[in-house]
Protein backbone atom coordinates (compact mmCIF):
# COMPACT_ATOMS: atom_id res chain seq x y z
CA UNK A 1 0.00 0.00 0.00
CA UNK A 2 1.42 3.10 -1.13
CA UNK A 3 1.81 6.27 1.07
CA UNK A 4 -0.41 9.30 0.80
CA UNK A 5 1.26 12.13 -1.04
CA UNK A 6 0.61 15.62 0.70
CA UNK A 7 -0.51 18.24 -1.98
CA UNK A 8 -0.62 20.96 0.62
CA UNK A 9 2.18 22.94 -0.76
CA UNK A 10 0.91 22.57 -4.43
CA UNK A 11 -2.56 24.06 -3.19
CA UNK A 12 -1.01 27.01 -1.06
CA UNK A 13 0.95 27.71 -4.30
CA UNK A 14 -2.21 27.65 -6.49
CA UNK A 15 -4.10 29.69 -4.04
CA UNK A 16 -1.13 32.13 -3.66
CA UNK A 17 -1.27 32.45 -7.67
CA UNK A 18 -5.07 33.00 -7.30
CA UNK A 19 -4.85 35.36 -4.26
CA UNK A 20 -2.17 37.08 -6.74
CA UNK A 21 -4.26 37.45 -10.02
CA UNK A 22 -7.46 38.59 -7.62
CA UNK A 23 -4.67 41.79 -6.49
CA UNK A 24 -4.46 43.00 -9.95
CA UNK A 25 -7.86 42.59 -10.85
CA UNK A 26 -8.84 44.84 -7.98
CA UNK A 27 -6.21 47.25 -9.01
CA UNK A 28 -7.40 47.41 -12.59
CA UNK A 29 -11.21 47.70 -11.28
CA UNK A 30 -10.03 50.43 -8.74
CA UNK A 31 -8.32 52.49 -11.69
CA UNK A 32 -11.52 52.03 -13.35
CA UNK A 33 -13.52 53.23 -10.78
CA UNK A 34 -10.86 56.49 -10.39
CA UNK A 35 -11.85 57.36 -14.21
CA UNK A 36 -15.11 57.17 -14.06
CA UNK A 37 -15.40 59.04 -11.29
CA UNK A 38 -13.27 61.83 -12.80
CA UNK A 39 -15.13 61.30 -16.02
CA UNK A 40 -18.50 61.90 -13.93
CA UNK A 41 -17.20 64.81 -12.42
CA UNK A 42 -16.23 66.49 -15.95
CA UNK A 43 -19.62 65.70 -17.42
CA UNK A 44 -21.36 66.81 -14.16
CA UNK A 45 -19.67 70.04 -14.54
CA UNK A 46 -19.57 70.29 -17.88
CA UNK A 47 -23.54 69.91 -17.75
CA UNK A 48 -23.57 72.32 -15.26
CA UNK A 49 -22.06 74.84 -16.90
CA UNK A 50 -24.58 74.45 -20.09
CA UNK A 51 -27.64 74.30 -17.57
CA UNK A 52 -26.49 77.42 -16.43
CA UNK A 53 -25.73 79.02 -19.58
CA UNK A 54 -29.53 78.04 -20.36
CA UNK A 55 -30.81 79.39 -17.63
CA UNK A 56 -29.05 82.33 -17.97
CA UNK A 57 -30.18 82.52 -21.65
CA UNK A 58 -33.62 84.77 -22.37
CA UNK A 59 -33.55 84.36 -26.06
CA UNK A 60 -31.00 84.32 -28.84
CA UNK A 61 -33.51 86.94 -30.83
CA UNK A 62 -33.68 89.19 -27.97
CA UNK A 63 -30.60 91.71 -27.52
CA UNK A 64 -28.35 91.11 -24.66
CA UNK A 65 -28.91 93.06 -21.05
CA UNK A 66 -26.12 94.83 -19.77
CA UNK A 67 -26.19 92.10 -16.75
CA UNK A 68 -25.83 89.58 -19.33
CA UNK A 69 -22.71 90.75 -21.35
CA UNK A 70 -21.30 90.98 -17.54
CA UNK A 71 -22.06 87.74 -17.03
CA UNK A 72 -20.50 86.81 -20.36
CA UNK A 73 -17.09 88.75 -19.62
CA UNK A 74 -16.69 87.08 -16.38
CA UNK A 75 -16.75 83.77 -17.98
CA UNK A 76 -14.66 84.70 -20.64
CA UNK A 77 -11.84 85.81 -17.81
CA UNK A 78 -12.49 82.72 -15.60
CA UNK A 79 -11.57 80.49 -18.73
CA UNK A 80 -15.20 79.57 -19.14
CA UNK A 81 -15.73 79.52 -22.69
CA UNK A 82 -18.22 77.49 -24.71
CA UNK A 83 -16.61 76.88 -28.21
CA UNK A 84 -17.74 76.02 -31.48
CA UNK A 85 -16.51 74.01 -34.19
CA UNK A 86 -15.71 76.35 -37.26
CA UNK A 87 -15.50 72.96 -39.63
CA UNK A 88 -15.09 69.26 -39.63
CA UNK A 89 -12.30 67.58 -41.75
CA UNK A 90 -12.64 65.36 -44.51
CA UNK A 91 -9.27 63.16 -44.46
CA UNK A 92 -7.73 60.76 -45.95
CA UNK A 93 -7.78 59.05 -42.62
CA UNK A 94 -10.85 57.35 -41.89
CA UNK A 95 -10.25 56.11 -38.67
CA UNK A 96 -7.49 56.47 -35.79
CA UNK A 97 -6.03 52.61 -36.37
CA UNK A 98 -2.93 53.50 -39.11
CA UNK A 99 -3.47 57.05 -38.76
CA UNK A 100 0.37 58.62 -38.25
CA UNK A 101 0.75 60.38 -34.98
CA UNK A 102 2.88 63.60 -36.22
CA UNK A 103 2.44 65.41 -39.91
CA UNK A 104 5.83 64.92 -41.07
CA UNK A 105 5.80 60.94 -41.06
CA UNK A 106 3.35 61.41 -43.53
CA UNK A 107 3.82 64.62 -46.11
CA UNK A 108 1.70 63.36 -48.54
CA UNK A 109 -1.44 62.71 -46.85
CA UNK A 110 -4.36 65.20 -47.83
CA UNK A 111 -7.50 66.85 -46.57
CA UNK A 112 -9.95 69.12 -47.02
CA UNK A 113 -11.30 71.46 -44.08
CA UNK A 114 -14.55 73.38 -45.00
CA UNK A 115 -15.87 76.80 -42.94
CA UNK A 116 -18.95 76.17 -41.76
CA UNK A 117 -21.87 78.87 -42.49
CA UNK A 118 -23.34 78.95 -38.99
CA UNK A 119 -19.90 80.49 -37.87
CA UNK A 120 -19.71 83.27 -40.22
CA UNK A 121 -22.38 84.61 -42.78
CA UNK A 122 -19.73 84.21 -45.69
CA UNK A 123 -17.18 81.95 -44.50
CA UNK A 124 -15.21 82.76 -48.04
CA UNK A 125 -14.91 85.94 -46.49
CA UNK A 126 -12.63 84.62 -43.35
CA UNK A 127 -9.53 83.14 -46.22
CA UNK A 128 -9.68 86.12 -47.42
CA UNK A 129 -5.67 86.75 -48.03
CA UNK A 130 -4.75 83.56 -45.78
CA UNK A 131 -3.54 82.38 -49.66
CA UNK A 132 -0.46 84.22 -48.81
CA UNK A 133 0.97 81.29 -46.37
CA UNK A 134 2.13 78.06 -47.31
CA UNK A 135 1.45 76.55 -43.68
CA UNK A 136 -1.15 76.73 -40.98
CA UNK A 137 -1.59 75.79 -37.31
CA UNK A 138 -4.73 74.22 -36.56
CA UNK A 139 -6.08 73.75 -33.24
CA UNK A 140 -8.36 70.53 -32.85
CA UNK A 141 -10.22 68.52 -30.23
CA UNK A 142 -9.14 65.04 -30.36
CA UNK A 143 -12.97 63.87 -30.85
CA UNK A 144 -12.34 60.18 -30.65
CA UNK A 145 -10.60 59.59 -27.09
CA UNK A 146 -13.55 57.26 -26.09
CA UNK A 147 -13.32 58.89 -22.99
CA UNK A 148 -12.58 61.53 -21.17
CA UNK A 149 -10.40 60.41 -18.10
CA UNK A 150 -6.56 61.34 -18.17
CA UNK A 151 -3.82 60.50 -16.12
CA UNK A 152 -0.51 63.02 -15.14
CA UNK A 153 1.78 60.14 -16.76
CA UNK A 154 1.49 58.86 -20.14
CA UNK A 155 3.61 56.39 -22.41
CA UNK A 156 4.69 57.47 -25.34
CA UNK A 157 4.33 54.81 -28.70
CA UNK A 158 7.88 56.25 -28.87
CA UNK A 159 9.35 55.52 -25.43
CA UNK A 160 8.11 51.76 -25.60
CA UNK A 161 6.37 51.56 -22.41
CA UNK A 162 8.31 54.41 -20.28
CA UNK A 163 6.39 57.04 -18.34
CA UNK A 164 6.60 60.47 -18.62
CA UNK A 165 4.10 63.79 -17.91
CA UNK A 166 1.35 64.36 -20.12
CA UNK A 167 2.70 67.65 -20.68
CA UNK A 168 6.07 66.72 -22.05
CA UNK A 169 4.44 64.49 -24.93
CA UNK A 170 1.53 65.23 -27.70
CA UNK A 171 -0.71 62.31 -26.40
CA UNK A 172 -4.69 62.70 -26.84
CA UNK A 173 -5.54 62.14 -23.87
CA UNK A 174 -5.03 65.37 -22.27
CA UNK A 175 -7.57 67.72 -19.59
CA UNK A 176 -9.28 69.63 -22.66
CA UNK A 177 -8.31 66.84 -25.64
CA UNK A 178 -7.18 69.66 -27.81
CA UNK A 179 -4.42 68.73 -30.40
CA UNK A 180 -2.47 71.35 -32.44
CA UNK A 181 -1.03 70.52 -35.87
CA UNK A 182 1.24 72.23 -38.85
CA UNK A 183 -0.41 71.49 -41.81
CA UNK A 184 0.47 72.66 -45.43
CA UNK A 185 -1.82 74.58 -47.20
CA UNK A 186 -1.95 73.76 -50.53
CA UNK A 187 -5.13 76.02 -51.93
CA UNK A 188 -8.25 77.50 -51.04
CA UNK A 189 -11.66 77.21 -52.70
CA UNK A 190 -14.43 79.23 -52.00
CA UNK A 191 -14.94 78.55 -48.33
CA UNK A 192 -12.63 75.17 -48.57
CA UNK A 193 -8.83 74.87 -47.41
CA UNK A 194 -7.15 71.97 -49.40
CA UNK A 195 -4.20 70.53 -46.73
CA UNK A 196 -1.52 68.06 -47.22
CA UNK A 197 0.71 66.62 -44.73
CA UNK A 198 -2.24 65.92 -41.91
CA UNK A 199 -2.07 63.98 -39.22
CA UNK A 200 -6.18 64.15 -38.38
CA UNK A 201 -9.03 62.00 -39.39
CA UNK A 202 -12.43 62.34 -40.92
CA UNK A 203 -14.62 64.23 -38.74
CA UNK A 204 -12.29 65.88 -36.40
CA UNK A 205 -13.68 68.95 -35.24
CA UNK A 206 -11.26 72.33 -35.74
CA UNK A 207 -11.93 75.05 -33.49
CA UNK A 208 -9.57 77.53 -34.80
CA UNK A 209 -6.85 78.60 -37.71
CA UNK A 210 -4.07 80.48 -37.47
CA UNK A 211 -1.03 81.11 -40.33
CA UNK A 212 2.10 79.54 -40.00
CA UNK A 213 4.96 82.77 -39.76
CA UNK A 214 8.48 81.57 -39.45
CA UNK A 215 9.21 84.99 -38.05
CA UNK A 216 7.19 85.01 -35.17
CA UNK A 217 7.09 81.00 -34.44
CA UNK A 218 10.60 79.80 -35.30
CA UNK A 219 12.73 79.93 -32.55
CA UNK A 220 15.51 80.67 -35.17
CA UNK A 221 14.10 84.44 -34.66
CA UNK A 222 14.16 84.62 -30.92
CA UNK A 223 17.94 84.97 -30.42
CA UNK A 224 19.25 87.76 -28.36
CA UNK A 225 20.64 91.44 -29.78
CA UNK A 226 23.36 90.75 -26.90
CA UNK A 227 23.99 87.66 -27.34
CA UNK A 228 24.90 88.02 -31.45
CA UNK A 229 26.95 91.14 -30.72
CA UNK A 230 29.30 89.22 -28.12
CA UNK A 231 29.15 86.48 -31.36
CA UNK A 232 30.31 88.70 -33.94
CA UNK A 233 33.00 90.62 -31.39
CA UNK A 234 34.73 87.46 -30.96
CA UNK A 235 35.33 86.90 -34.27
CA UNK A 236 38.56 88.76 -36.33
CA UNK A 237 37.62 92.02 -37.81
CA UNK A 238 39.10 94.26 -40.26
CA UNK A 239 40.38 96.76 -38.12
CA UNK A 240 42.36 93.99 -36.54
CA UNK A 241 44.14 92.27 -39.36
CA UNK A 242 44.24 92.95 -43.41
CA UNK A 243 42.34 91.57 -45.52
CA UNK A 244 44.44 88.86 -46.70
CA UNK A 245 43.99 87.63 -43.45
CA UNK A 246 40.62 87.43 -43.78
CA UNK A 247 40.33 86.07 -46.85
CA UNK A 248 42.19 82.91 -45.50
CA UNK A 249 39.74 82.77 -42.19
CA UNK A 250 37.02 82.64 -44.20
CA UNK A 251 38.29 79.88 -46.91
CA UNK A 252 39.55 77.57 -44.10
CA UNK A 253 36.53 78.03 -42.23
CA UNK A 254 34.61 77.34 -45.40
CA UNK A 255 37.12 74.19 -46.48
CA UNK A 256 36.47 72.58 -42.16
CA UNK A 257 32.60 72.70 -42.71
CA UNK A 258 32.37 71.37 -45.86
CA UNK A 259 34.38 68.42 -44.72
CA UNK A 260 32.23 68.23 -41.33
CA UNK A 261 28.64 68.15 -43.90
CA UNK A 262 28.66 67.74 -47.26
CA UNK A 263 24.89 68.41 -48.15
CA UNK A 264 25.85 71.98 -46.67
CA UNK A 265 27.25 74.20 -48.82
CA UNK A 266 28.33 78.09 -47.51
CA UNK A 267 28.11 80.38 -50.46
CA UNK A 268 31.97 82.27 -49.55
CA UNK A 269 33.22 85.46 -52.14
CA UNK A 270 36.31 84.63 -53.96
CA UNK A 271 38.34 87.23 -53.62
CA UNK A 272 39.26 90.00 -51.23
CA UNK A 273 37.57 92.69 -52.78
CA UNK A 274 34.62 90.99 -52.76
CA UNK A 275 34.69 89.97 -49.11
CA UNK A 276 34.94 93.69 -48.48
CA UNK A 277 32.51 94.66 -50.71
CA UNK A 278 30.02 92.01 -48.92
CA UNK A 279 30.98 93.02 -45.38
CA UNK A 280 29.77 96.55 -46.11
CA UNK A 281 26.94 95.82 -47.99
CA UNK A 282 25.29 93.15 -45.61
CA UNK A 283 26.04 91.18 -42.59
CA UNK A 284 25.30 88.14 -44.38
CA UNK A 285 28.86 86.71 -44.26
CA UNK A 286 29.53 87.66 -40.92
CA UNK A 287 26.45 85.93 -39.67
CA UNK A 288 27.48 82.69 -41.46
CA UNK A 289 30.95 82.91 -39.75
CA UNK A 290 30.08 83.21 -36.36
CA UNK A 291 27.52 80.15 -36.56
CA UNK A 292 30.44 78.62 -38.41
CA UNK A 293 32.74 79.55 -35.20
CA UNK A 294 29.76 78.19 -32.80
CA UNK A 295 29.54 75.00 -34.81
CA UNK A 296 33.12 74.27 -34.74
CA UNK A 297 33.38 75.12 -31.22
CA UNK A 298 30.70 73.29 -29.97
CA UNK A 299 31.68 69.75 -31.43
CA UNK A 300 35.28 70.50 -30.53
CA UNK A 301 36.52 69.83 -34.13
CA UNK A 302 40.28 70.86 -33.83
CA UNK A 303 42.02 68.58 -31.57
CA UNK A 304 45.29 71.10 -30.03
CA UNK A 305 48.32 69.27 -29.33
CA UNK A 306 49.96 70.44 -26.54
CA UNK A 307 53.49 69.35 -25.46
CA UNK A 308 51.95 67.55 -22.34
CA UNK A 309 50.00 65.38 -24.84
CA UNK A 310 53.60 64.42 -26.70
CA UNK A 311 55.20 62.71 -23.72
CA UNK A 312 51.52 60.82 -22.73
CA UNK A 313 50.83 57.44 -24.34
CA UNK A 314 47.03 58.69 -25.39
CA UNK A 315 47.04 58.35 -29.51
CA UNK A 316 48.14 61.58 -30.47
CA UNK A 317 46.31 64.23 -33.11
CA UNK A 318 46.74 65.46 -36.40
CA UNK A 319 47.34 69.16 -36.59
CA UNK A 320 46.46 68.64 -40.30
CA UNK A 321 42.94 68.49 -39.99
CA UNK A 322 40.12 68.42 -37.66
CA UNK A 323 39.56 64.83 -35.40
CA UNK A 324 36.63 62.58 -36.12
CA UNK A 325 33.44 63.48 -34.44
CA UNK A 326 30.16 62.27 -33.50
CA UNK A 327 27.53 64.60 -35.86
CA UNK A 328 24.94 63.66 -33.33
CA UNK A 329 26.07 65.50 -30.53
CA UNK A 330 26.58 68.91 -32.43
CA UNK A 331 24.12 71.58 -32.95
CA UNK A 332 24.00 74.30 -35.65
CA UNK A 333 20.96 76.01 -36.95
CA UNK A 334 17.65 76.09 -35.16
CA UNK A 335 19.14 73.61 -32.99
CA UNK A 336 21.26 76.55 -31.59
CA UNK A 337 18.11 78.19 -30.19
CA UNK A 338 15.99 75.66 -29.35
CA UNK A 339 16.18 72.06 -27.30
CA UNK A 340 14.03 68.82 -27.37
CA UNK A 341 13.71 65.84 -25.44
CA UNK A 342 16.46 63.28 -26.24
CA UNK A 343 14.26 60.34 -27.19
CA UNK A 344 12.15 62.48 -29.41
CA UNK A 345 15.47 61.96 -31.65
CA UNK A 346 16.80 58.83 -30.05
CA UNK A 347 14.14 57.05 -29.13
CA UNK A 348 14.36 53.28 -27.68
CA UNK A 349 12.57 51.80 -31.09
CA UNK A 350 13.76 52.12 -34.38
CA UNK A 351 11.81 52.73 -37.63
CA UNK A 352 11.05 50.02 -39.71
CA UNK A 353 11.87 49.23 -43.47
CA UNK A 354 9.13 48.97 -45.39
CA UNK A 355 8.52 46.15 -48.16
CA UNK A 356 5.70 45.61 -50.21
CA UNK A 357 4.66 42.05 -51.84
CA UNK A 358 4.33 41.72 -55.71
CA UNK A 359 0.61 41.37 -55.68
CA UNK A 360 0.62 43.92 -53.22
CA UNK A 361 1.95 46.34 -55.20
CA UNK A 362 0.04 45.15 -58.33
CA UNK A 363 -2.82 46.32 -56.72
CA UNK A 364 -2.19 49.32 -55.09
CA UNK A 365 -1.35 50.38 -59.41
CA UNK A 366 -4.78 49.24 -60.44
CA UNK A 367 -6.16 52.77 -57.95
CA UNK A 368 -5.81 55.77 -60.26
CA UNK A 369 -5.76 59.36 -59.16
CA UNK A 370 -8.47 61.90 -57.91
CA UNK A 371 -8.70 63.45 -61.08
CA UNK A 372 -8.83 60.59 -63.55
CA UNK A 373 -12.08 60.23 -65.32
CA UNK A 374 -11.67 55.65 -65.43
CA UNK A 375 -14.62 54.86 -64.18
CA UNK A 376 -13.43 51.19 -64.19
CA UNK A 377 -10.88 50.94 -61.68
CA UNK A 378 -10.61 52.09 -57.65
CA UNK A 379 -10.17 55.32 -58.13
CA UNK A 380 -8.43 57.80 -55.03
CA UNK A 381 -10.19 60.93 -52.86
CA UNK A 382 -7.51 63.03 -52.09
CA UNK A 383 -4.07 61.30 -53.69
CA UNK A 384 -2.88 62.19 -56.99
CA UNK A 385 -1.87 58.34 -57.14
CA UNK A 386 -0.02 55.70 -56.66
CA UNK A 387 3.10 56.94 -56.00
CA UNK A 388 1.72 59.34 -53.56
CA UNK A 389 -0.19 56.53 -51.49
CA UNK A 390 2.89 54.22 -51.52
CA UNK A 391 5.56 57.08 -50.00
CA UNK A 392 1.87 57.60 -47.54
CA UNK A 393 1.77 53.63 -46.74
CA UNK A 394 6.07 53.60 -46.69
CA UNK A 395 5.72 56.63 -43.56
CA UNK A 396 3.20 55.20 -42.14
CA UNK A 397 4.40 51.90 -41.17
CA UNK A 398 8.13 52.88 -41.19
CA UNK A 399 7.14 54.60 -37.41
CA UNK A 400 5.11 51.51 -36.49
CA UNK A 401 1.87 52.47 -35.75
CA UNK A 402 1.10 49.83 -33.37
CA UNK A 403 0.24 50.77 -29.89
CA UNK A 404 3.01 49.58 -27.40
CA UNK A 405 0.67 46.81 -25.82
CA UNK A 406 0.15 45.62 -29.23
CA UNK A 407 3.78 45.18 -29.89
CA UNK A 408 4.62 43.80 -26.31
CA UNK A 409 1.59 40.88 -26.12
CA UNK A 410 -0.18 40.20 -29.40
CA UNK A 411 1.46 37.55 -30.99
CA UNK A 412 -1.16 38.23 -33.89
CA UNK A 413 1.06 40.58 -36.01
CA UNK A 414 -1.48 41.28 -38.42
CA UNK A 415 -2.06 44.81 -39.06
CA UNK A 416 -5.35 46.53 -41.65
CA UNK A 417 -5.50 50.53 -41.84
CA UNK A 418 -7.56 52.38 -44.52
CA UNK A 419 -5.76 54.89 -46.41
CA UNK A 420 -8.20 57.31 -48.45
CA UNK A 421 -10.24 54.89 -50.51
CA UNK A 422 -7.68 51.90 -50.05
CA UNK A 423 -7.91 49.07 -47.62
CA UNK A 424 -4.32 48.34 -46.44
CA UNK A 425 -3.26 44.47 -44.83
CA UNK A 426 0.40 43.79 -43.40
CA UNK A 427 2.28 42.31 -40.95
CA UNK A 428 5.35 42.78 -38.55
CA UNK A 429 8.35 41.12 -38.51
CA UNK A 430 11.76 41.84 -36.35
CA UNK A 431 12.34 45.00 -37.71
CA UNK A 432 10.23 45.40 -40.69
CA UNK A 433 6.94 45.87 -42.18
CA UNK A 434 5.66 44.54 -44.84
CA UNK A 435 2.38 45.19 -47.40
CA UNK A 436 0.41 42.01 -48.41
CA UNK A 437 -2.50 43.14 -49.68
CA UNK A 438 -4.30 46.36 -51.00
CA UNK A 439 -8.15 46.54 -51.73
CA UNK A 440 -10.96 48.59 -52.50
CA UNK A 441 -13.33 49.75 -49.16
CA UNK A 442 -15.64 46.80 -48.60
CA UNK A 443 -18.80 47.34 -50.01
CA UNK A 444 -17.82 50.28 -52.69
CA UNK A 445 -17.53 50.13 -55.90
CA UNK A 446 -15.51 52.35 -58.54
CA UNK A 447 -18.87 54.98 -58.62
CA UNK A 448 -19.52 54.41 -54.79
CA UNK A 449 -15.28 55.30 -54.00
CA UNK A 450 -15.48 58.45 -56.20
CA UNK A 451 -18.12 59.69 -54.53
CA UNK A 452 -16.89 58.86 -51.01
Given amino acids: MSTPVC ?24 QQIDGSVRAHKKQMSSLQSTLTDCINHDSQ ?38 TPRQPTICSSSRASLKIESSVFNNPDHSLVGLEQYSHIWIIFLFHKNGQLSYKAKVKPPRLNGQKVGVYSTRSPHRPNALGLTLAKLEKITGDTLHLSGVDVITGTP ?92 HGNVFCEQTAEDKNTDAPECSLAGPTPISLSRLSFGHELYSTIAAWVRSPPISYLDVRFTVNAEKELNEFVPCNSTDSQRPKFQFLKGPDEAMAAIHGILSADPR ?50
Fill in 206 to 297: VLDIKPYIPDYDSPTTRTDDTSKTSSFTDLPMAEDMELDEETDILETTSKHFTELSPETSISCPASASGFSQSRSGCRGVTDVLAEVKDYLK
Fill in 61 to 98: FQSKSPSKCLSEVNQLEQGRIYTVPIGYVNSCFAVKNG
Fill in 403 to 452: SVYRRAHCQDRLFFFTLDTADITCWFGDGFAEVVRVKPVQGSGPTELASL
Fill in 7 to 30: TCAEQVRKLTQQVSVMRREIKNIR
